[in-house]
């Protein structure tokens, strides 16, 4: 029988002819063949990141590589030295991920967030968790709603709670718009694997958003390697999503499984009283007389927090500051700035008669220069406005497949970090359909 050096050489390289090498070559340079039977085959790995990364990327490879190769498919496992001190050669960049972080805003804490039934149960298990973070158990908290009603600021009061009470504590704050941009664009799988072992640096994990993951592969791969890590040293992972882990479109299932193991906390809708309340809060900060009945016209137009928001900084602008302010004159600013849903209708109708061509031109398959920045204008406004996966975005301009949709969506990002005209155009284009 062949020595278990060459046979897990040979394995390696069955494994390896199915992938790229550079997805390869980091997660196998510096594993071996420790024990191998009919029934059970143990690699040996430098330590337990690596294990997990390959029992999840490279599990189902390995084993039918074992049945090409030795006639039998074994119960594989992996072993590692717990007392192994990082190699000098590969230390962890500590700046892997502190380069992905925003910071907290202080002024969202627990006591400046208004409690109503609908957000209580939320609150409940946020405020818990942020009291005991090294007891939680579990030790994954997902809070979802599919509108903006304080998601955000219930995660941003769990850091900022803890790193009142706990100073020396690590939280890591992360946008998952920010973290998709970063690591979609990553070629190198070694990055990845030092991203991974830099994040149990931190104590506690929190990212906002984690709907905007849908369709990214690299980022899903990178958010579940974290995970594990993270899971394994009883280290809390708090998030907020518009739905349940499980209902993201296009999502890893073995990253909807370890995020939907926790507690689902969601937050059923906003009261009008809280509405009242933050709104009322908004405005008095910086104007001196705001009559009842101008906030309660403004709550009933709208029951979405951020597009109330939106007004209250419409009514915030010079010669209103600092001064009283009358209905009449809220509704001559506010004009015909009347709620609405955004749907990529109102994205693509906006797309289409900015730039003066027909809405079906965005859905048929013209390669004209022109016709083609417009598309890929709206597949990254359907994006970053409303968040939607890939697949849903190439359904919407006609049937597009995953790699044309991906490769507009970069080609936009990647203009508007070196085209002002670019950069421009989106601006302009957002301010018209979020009236921001």
Avoid at 226 to 240: E, F, N
């Amino acid at each position: 029988m062949p020595k278990k050096k060459d046979i897990w050489k040979q394995i390696i390289q069955i494994v390896q002819s199915r992938h790229q090498d550079r997805d390869i070559t980091p997660w196998f340079s510096n594993t071996q063949l420790s024990s191998l039977t009919s029934k059970n085959a143990i690699i040996k790995v430098p330590n337990r990141f690596v294990g997990i990364w390959l029992r999840d990327h490279f599990l189902k490879d390995i084993q039918e590589a074992f049945a090409q190769l030795c006639g039998s498919s074994p119960e594989i496992s992996c072993s590692y030295a717990r007392s192994a001190v990082s190699s000098p050669e590969q230390p962890i960049d500590h700046q892997a991920y502190t380069s992905l972080l925003s910071p907290l805003h202080p002024e969202n804490n627990f006591s400046s967030f208004i409690l109503d039934s609908k957000n209580r149960f939320a609150h409940t298990a946020a405020f818990s968790l942020a009291q005991n973070p090294s007891s939680a158990d579990p030790c994954v908290l997902v809070i979802f709603s599919n509108f903006t009603s304080g998601k955000t600021h219930l995660l941003q009061a769990i850091g900022n709670y803890i790193m009142d009470n706990k100073p020396n504590a690590s939280v890591g704050y992360l946008s998952s718009k920010q973290f998709v941009s970063k690591l979609e664009a990553v070629e190198d799988a070694r990055y990845l694997k030092k991203l991974g072992e830099s994040f149990l640096n931190l104590d506690i994990l929190i990212m906002d958003d984690i709907h905007h993951l849908g369709g990214h592969r690299k980022s899903q791969q990178a958010l579940l390697t974290i995970t594990d890590a993270l899971l394994s040293h009883k280290k809390p992972i708090i998030l907020s999503s518009s739905k349940p882990p499980a209902s993201i479109p296009d999502i890893d299932r073995h990253l909807a499984c370890r995020l939907g193991s926790g507690i689902l906390a969601e937050i059923t809708g906003v009261e009008e009283q809280t509405r009242f309340g933050i709104l009322r809060n908004r405005l008095t900060r910086e104007v001196v007389n705001i009559p009842d009945d101008i906030i309660f016209y403004l709550i009933n137009i709208t029951e979405d927090v951020s597009e109330l928001l939106r007004f209250a900084d419409t009514i915030l602008i010079p010669g209103i500051k600092n001064g009283t302010v009358d209905l009449s004159r809220i509704r001559r600013l506010l004009g015909s700035k009347k709620s609405t849903v955004i749907t990529t209708d109102n994205i693509l109708d906006s797309v289409a008669r900015y730039y003066a061509i027909k809405r079906s031109e965005l859905s048929s398959g013209s390669k004209r220069r022109r016709t083609c920045h417009c598309r890929h204008v709206a597949i990254y406004l359907c994006k970053e406005i409303l968040g939607l996966s890939l697949q849903e975005i190439g359904s919407v301009l006609g049937k597009m497949n995953h790699s044309s949709v991906l490769y507009g969506l970069k080609k936009i990002e990647k203009d508007m970090n070196y085209n002002r005209q670019t950069f421009q155009e989106i601006r302009e284009l957002k301010r018209i359909i979020t009236y921001c």
